[in-house]
Each structure stands twice: as structure tokens, then as C-alpha cells.
């Protein structure tokens, strides 16, 4: 089989329809899928897809590939990515949702679960092999497709488990993407007013992309707050394991703060608990889980390399800079952008002000997250380079789990090499301006001792 190896990501599977995703590439993903399944005692996959436009062709060739292979499809039709892991914890311990995330229109892909893991790294890379090879060998008896609506049941668990003190009126933007079919009634069946921006699936994406990571994208959002008498705004990817939160003042509440009020939280439950955050969040993080009597653990950037790690050390939270809150406490520990905005309105609905409990997060000052464009292959050589000649005096402490993290007393920087597109991932916060601009210096003249080409831009989608 010819494949463009460049649609085999280090958590996922993604590239641009049909040029180098196609229903060919589909089918083969879903006989290899299968057949190593089925060599570990899985004989059922859910499968489930976003709303972009390529999704039914794909999720059908797919589900064709799987069946060849003699496993058993549990189809779930046009769900959210964490639906379809709802699905995988429930109904399956394997599955597959085509999704482009976060991409352009045109892109799309595959994440993938398989015996209740996420699987990232080598394991995509024996599945590519192994369609390119296609070693297979495919039983006479073909495997079933069944169709199974898990709204009802996914919606229940979330309504039965979460409980607001007040009802609370929001504002909820999906963007088109899939999480609009399901996250509004979600939300009412918890006790909320729902103003909805964009909740029809469209895979055009009409309006805005679907990505809240990115402050543009807000902006209708925003306006929806100022204009009307909600308190809280509530912004999804396009296929619905990110959250996005704005305040009623149009402020940007990012996920590492984000964090600091789910630890809390949780951590009056599970005291002791060791919280997980990857390399791009606030250093305001780690205090604010140890005062609360947590175990502060910073780890690699990658949704599927937290879940692992989540599992490794029995932890009952995990969040990213980019997103991603998995709660393992009273939930899967899958991420996903409708339960913890239902999580977030259960603890702000304590109090009569949601926006002055999010406002008084510790904050710092910081720049979005930055990009160098690089060579195929080449950010990962640069990092390694930066480790050899990273010298800072004291108080200075670097960190070379993920790239370069430099952390003083009043700031960190970091340059990492994106494990997704062939970027180094720069970012840089002070608990001052002064501090802001002079660790950006510091980290900058580093960069480009190694690199003195380097040329730094905010981060496209």
C-alpha cells in the first residue's frame, strides 16, 4: 500500500482528504487495526466520527476494514471524540474516532484507543508497517457492524454525576463542530440557561474555526456576553475534547488556570493526590496544587503521553496548556471539553460570582504560544543542540523532560519541538512585565545561538 508517512502522528493519524487520507488509506487502517486487536483478545472496536464532511466515507471504509479484519463494529454514528472514548470505556475497551481535531476543513484523521489505552508513538508506527505491508491475514468469517446510539446514556452519566448549586446562564459556542449536536442539552438537563452560537454541525466551519486555543476565535463568544445577561461563556473544538472559558468581563480563563481551580477541587477528595500538567503551563500551577495538598507533576506535552502517565502514577487529574483536562476522579480519565465544563459550572455555581472566582486565579504576564517554522526533522536535532549548551547561572532550574525548560523565581521559558508538525514550540511568562521581556531575551539569544536563523511567529492553527 503507498502511504505518506506524514499522516502518521505521534499520537494520532491525520492528513489532508483525499490527497493523503483516503478511503483506501481507511480500510487499510481499519484490517490493520484489526488484526492487531484481535492478537490482543479484542474482539469488539467503536467506532465514531466528527462532523466534517469527509467523516461518513471515511468512518464507512474504515468499519469495512475492521469487519475484513473479524472484529465486531460498534458503529456510534457522528459523535464527539470523547463519545466515542465513552463508548470505549463502556461498551468496548477498543476504538477509533476519524476526527481532524482542531485542523482546516479539508483534514482528517484517526485517534485511536485499543484495550483501554490511547495508543501514540511505536504502536502507530507498527500500524503503518503494517499497512504498508499489509501482512494480514483476514479470517473467512467477516465481523459485524451494529449501530448503537450512546447520547442518552453518555448524557445521563454526565447529569447524574454533577451537581450545580444555582442555576447559571452561559453562553455556549461549538463552532460548528460536533460537540453542538450534544453539549447544549447536556447542559440545560444540568439546570442552565443555554444561549447557543454555532451549535449546527457544518464541516464548512461558516463562522470561526473551531479551535478556542486560539483568542480569535472568541471574539462572538465575547460579544455574546457583553451583549446579553449570561455569566460565563463556554467555547469547544471541533471535535469536542477541548473547552474553552470566557468571562462575563471578556477575559480568556487558559486551561493551566483553568487547572488550579480543578485541583482544588479535587484534591478535597482525593488529598495527597498527584496532579498532572504538561511543560507549557503557568509556574503558578505547581504552588497552588501543593497548597492544596497535592503532588505537582509536570510531564511531556500529548494527550495520549498524559492518559499514559495518568495510569502510571494512580493520578486522579491531568491537564494541558492546549486544552485537554482529564479527570480520572468520579470519570474515565479520557478529556473532554463538555464534562469539564460541566465540572467548572459545578464549582462556580457555589458562588453568586463566577467571574470573580476565575479572575482571582493566580495569573502572570505570558505570550501566546510561539512557533519557528523548521525542516521536516529538524526541531527535534535543534533541542537536542539547546540541551548541550543550556547554561543559566543559579537560582535557575532547567528541565529537559520535554525540550528546554528554564524556570527562575520569577518566570520560565521554554522551547520544545512540536511532536504534530515540524515547528519548535516557544513560550515564555514573567510575574512582571521586566521579567517577561528579559527571560524572552534570555531564552531567544539561546534559540538562536543554535539556530541564528530562526524566525518567531505566533502559532498558526
Not at 471515511?58 to 459523535?79: C, E, K, P, T, W
Not at 507498527?126 to 448503537?148: F, H, Y
Not at 442539552?185 to 464548512?204: H, P, Y
Not at 531567544?444 to 545561538?449: D, F, N
Amino acid at each position: 500500500m503507498q502511504l505518506s508517512a506524514s499522516i502518521f502522528k505521534a499520537y494520532d493519524i491525520r492528513g489532508i482528504v483525499p490527497s493523503t487520507v483516503s478511503e483506501d488509506v481507511a480500510e487499510g487502517l481499519g484490517k490493520a487495526f484489526g488484526t492487531t486487536a484481535l492478537a490482543q483478545g479484542e474482539k469488539t472496536v467503536a467506532v465514531g466520527r466528527d462532523g466534517r464532511l469527509s467523516g461518513p466515507s471515511l468512518a464507512a471504509a474504515l468499519m469495512r476494514g475492521l469487519a475484513a479484519a473479524g472484529v465486531n463494529v460498534i458503529d456510534v454514528g457522528m459523535v464527539t471524540t470523547p463519545m466515542l472514548y465513552f463508548a470505549a470505556s463502556t461498551l468496548a475497551t477498543s476504538g477509533i474516532q476519524v476526527t481532524g481535531s482542531h485542523n482546516p476543513k479539508d483534514y482528517n484523521g484517526f485517534k485511536m484507543v485499543l484495550a483501554g489505552r490511547a495508543i501514540y508513538g511505536d504502536d502507530i508506527q507498527a500500524l503503518k508497517n503494517l499497512m504498508t505491508l499489509e501482512t494480514w491475514k483476514l479470517p473467512a468469517q467477516a465481523g459485524s457492524i451494529t449501530q448503537v446510539n450512546v447520547e442518552k446514556d453518555y448524557r445521563e452519566r454526565i447529569v447524574s454525576g454533577v451537581k450545580l448549586s444555582r442555576p447559571m446562564k452561559i453562553v455556549i459556542d461549538s463552532g460548528n463542530g460536533i460537540a453542538g449536536a450534544s453539549a447544549p442539552a447536556i447542559f440545560r438537563a444540568l439546570g442552565c440557561e443555554v444561549t447557543e452560537l454555532f451549535s449546527e454541525v457544518d464541516g464548512n466551519f461558516p463562522n470561526h474555526h473551531p479551535d478556542p486555543s486560539k483568542p480569535e476565535n472568541l471574539k462572538d463568544l465575547i460579544s455574546a456576553l457583553q451583549s446579553g445577561d449570561a455569566e460565563l461563556g463556554l467555547a469547544f473544538d471541533g471535535d469536542g475534547d477541548r473547552l474553552g472559558i470566557v468571562t462575563k468581563d471578556g477575559q480568556n480563563i487558559y486551561p493551566d488556570r483553568q487547572m488550579m481551580l480543578f485541583a482544588r477541587d479535587v484534591l478535597s477528595r482525593v488529598p495527597g493526590g498527584t496532579i498532572l500538567f504538561d511543560v507549557k503551563c503557568s509556574q503558578r500551577l505547581a504552588p497552588e496544587i501543593e497548597a492544596a495538598g497535592g503532588v505537582p507533576l509536570m510531564y511531556k506535552t500529548g494527550h495520549s503521553l498524559i492518559k499514559a502517565k495518568m495510569k502510571e502514577v494512580n493520578s486522579p487529574l491531568g491537564g494541558e496548556m492546549s486544552g485537554h483536562i482529564f479527570f480520572k476522579e468520579r470519570w474515565y480519565g479520557f478529556d473532554d471539553g463538555t464534562y469539564a465544563g460541566a465540572r467548572l459550572l459545578e464549582i462556580l455555581s457555589r458562588s453568586p460570582d463566577a467571574g470573580a472566582v476565575l479572575n482571582g486565579l493566580p495569573t502572570s504576564f505570558s505570550t501566546p504560544e510561539l512557533n519557528v517554522t523548521c525542516k521536516e526533522g529538524e526541531p527535534h536535532t535543534v533541542v537536542e543542540a539547546l540541551i548541550k549548551s543550556a547554561h543559566f547561572a543559579a537560582p535557575a532550574k532547567i528541565s529537559t523532560i520535554d525540550g528546554v525548560r528554564v524556570d527562575w523565581p520569577d518566570g520560565f521559558g521554554l522551547i520544545r519541538a512540536s511532536n504534530t508538525t515540524p515547528v519548535l514550540v516557544l513560550r515564555f511568562e514573567g510575574h512582571t512585565q521586566d521579567a517577561l521581556h528579559r527571560i524572552e531575551a534570555d531564552m531567544l539569544a539561546l534559540l538562536r545561538s543554535v539556530k541564528p536563523d530562526a524566525k518567531v511567529a505566533a502559532a498558526a492553527h
